[in-house]
Structure formats: structure tokens, C-alpha cells
């Protein structure tokens, strides 16, 4: 009786490939995410560069360098789709074979014959979906200086998707420049939501990530620089995070101290903001006896949040710049 949808279940045992599109946005990037639990970096990739340039063996994420295949880029809305469209190409030819058993079956009966039985095979109207909808045009835009890959970010970004290539001085400047767009965007951001509470807290976060890219961009930065001198011995993990030691790394190899660069008003500025990064990646903002003994800022207390206004944010920027200048003088 079900000699179709038999045969049709034992074809679908194989391995099959599903042609699905993927959208675009306005530009033609595609929406990509990177894999790694401690990252779940949103970028966008062109998508000629995607097929022609990036490797089907080795993707790097744009924020945090991380490298997988091509297969487990996609963002959790494109996952959703290729599953809701497998599930479409799945019924539609367990349907179709349904209804090819049916059709056998009912072209069997005898016609007079007192009973005659008969099998109808209903299927769902097949569901036409729509692509996940591409993200807002993210607001910077990067071509890397290696291989040409066109990629787009949201604050910040330092390795190229396609060749993980990390072009100090330009990610750097690209990355300063990605923050004070978003920074810019605020009122745009405020003005979208329409509850303000949820909208405040939007606005928050994205001047909270942007002090913390910031300081990962400086830190990225000083590294390459540091790393260009001959012998050096090689630095812990993340130590241009820290004011002071990379301070002192970084006397140890050209004989200058970051208050070469900096007025001691400056420098205590950085140094203040540095922790309060400190703070919110590590304590959830909230200060500790750490904070206070390391910045001396009377106007917390061990237990509160701090802080951060947009203001700030911008001063960071500003400070991270002329020290990051002074880096790369001879």
C-alpha cells in the first residue's frame, strides 16, 4: 500500500543538499556569527567575498580572531530558516509519495464493487518563508589591505574574516572610529524604541561596550607595536589593559613610560576609566576595594555601579588616540 513513501524514506536515508538562499542586506553583506561560546561576535561579510575569498576550511572572527569552517557561521535566525526549509523539503516529498500511494491504491478498487475503499493523502499547504531580514547596515565598513575582503562591523574589529589578517595601525583607527559611530547613534537609538525604559537601557549598553572596545582596541594596538621591537620578551595575555603594567613593558623595551605621553591629569583620567572597563567585564560594574584602591575615586563606594556617560566614553577615545600617537614616535 505505501510502496512510494517506502521507497521515498529509504532515498531519503542518503545524504542530500538543499539549495537555500541566504538575503543580503542594502549592500550585499551577509549576516555572520561567530561560533565560539565567549564571543557570539555579529558581523557582516560581502557576499562575493564570501564565496571567492574566504575559505571553506578556515573562517576568523572579525572581534576575536576565532577560527572554524565555513559551515558554522550563520546567525541564529539563518539556522532557524535552513531548518524550517528542510523540514519544507522533507514534507513535500513525503507528501508527494503519499499522494502517488493514494492514487495506486484508488486505481485498484473495483469500480461496482459493493465496498469500495479509497485513501485521500492531505498535505499542508507548503509555507513560503521569507529569509531572516539582514540586519541594519552596520555602520563601518573594512576592507582588509591583504586580501581585499569586504567586511562590516559594529564598534569594533581587528582580524580580517577571510586571511585573519590584522593591520594594526588600520584596525585601530577603524575601530576608533566605529565606536564614536555608535556613540552617535544614540539619539537615533532613543528615538526608535518607544519604551523609554527599554530604550535607556539600550542606550546603556551601547555606551558601556564602547568604553570596553576602546580598551581592547588600545590593548590590541599596543601589542603590535610592542611586538615590533627586537627581543622583546613576550607579554601576558591582555597586559595593555593595564595602565600600569603595560606602562612599565613598554619602558622596559623603548625607555619611555606612558607619562612621556600624557599629562599626569590625562593619565590619571585613563587609568580611572581603564579600571572602570576593568569593572564592567570582570564584576558586572559593580566596585570593589580593588577600584578604590587602584584609582583613589572618592565618588564611589565599595557595592555601587558606576557609571558610564557617553561623555566619558568620548574622553577615553581621545586619550587612548594621543597615547596610542605617542607609542609609535621613535
Not at 491504491?105 to 469500495?116: G, K
Not at 577571510?162 to 528615538?191: E, K, Q, W, Y
Amino acid at each position: 500500500m505505501f510502496e512510494e513513501l517506502i521507497r521515498e524514506l529509504d532515498r531519503l536515508q542518503d545524504t542530500h543538499q538543499i539549495p537555500v538562499s541566504v538575503s543580503t542586506d542594502a549592500e550585499g553583506y551577509l549576516d555572520r556569527q561567530c561560533p565560539s561560546p565567549e564571543c557570539k561576535f555579529e558581523f557582516k561579510v560581502h557576499a562575493e567575498d564570501w564565496k571567492n575569498k574566504v575559505r571553506d576550511e578556515e573562517v576568523f572572527c572579525a572581534f576575536c580572531g576565532h577560527t572554524a569552517d565555513s559551515t558554522n557561521w550563520s546567525t541564529p535566525e539563518q539556522t532557524e530558516y535552513f531548518t524550517k526549509e528542510a523540514l519544507n523539503h522533507l514534507n513535500a516529498h513525503l507528501g508527494q509519495a503519499m499522494r502517488l500511494d493514494a492514487d495506486n491504491w484508488n486505481r485498484r478498487q473495483p469500480r461496482n464493487s459493493f465496498i469500495r475503499i479509497t485513501m485521500t493523502a492531505n498535505s499542508v499547504p507548503q509555507q513560503i518563508l521569507v529569509p531572516p531580514q539582514a540586519a541594519d547596515p552596520m555602520r563601518l565598513r573594512i576592507t582588509c589591505p591583504a586580501c581585499a575582503c569586504r567586511y562590516a562591523v559594529i564598534g569594533a574589529a581587528f582580524f580580517c574574516p577571510a586571511c585573519g589578517h590584522n593591520a594594526a595601525d588600520i584596525m585601530f583607527a577603524h575601530t576608533i572610529s566605529g565606536i564614536r559611530n555608535s556613540l552617535a547613534s544614540l539619539p537615533s537609538v532613543r528615538a526608535a524604541i518607544s519604551d523609554k525604559d527599554s530604550a535607556e537601557n539600550t542606550a546603556r549598553l551601547i555606551v558601556e561596550n564602547g568604553l570596553q572596545n576602546a580598551v581592547t582596541a588600545f590593548q590590541r594596538y599596543a601589542e603590535a607595536l610592542y611586538n615590533r621591537f627586537p627581543a622583546v620578551t613576550p607579554p601576558r595575555r591582555n597586559v595593555f589593559q593595564n595602565l600600569k603594567e603595560g606602562s612599565d613593558l613598554w619602558h622596559a623595551a623603548s625607555g619611555k613610560r606612558y607619562v612621556d605621553y600624557l599629562t599626569a591629569a590625562e593619565a590619571m583620567t585613563l587609568a580611572i576609566l581603564f579600571q572602570q572597563r576593568h569593572l564592567l567585564a570582570h564584576t558586572q560594574g559593580m566596585v570593589d576595594d580593588d577600584y578604590i584602591a587602584r584609582t583613589g575615586d572618592s565618588s564611589y563606594r565599595i557595592g555601587q555601579r558606576v557609571v558610564i556617560r557617553e561623555a566619558a566614553v568620548r574622553e577615553c577615545l581621545t586619550l587612548i588616540e594621543k597615547l596610542a600617537l605617542g607609542l609609535t614616535e621613535p
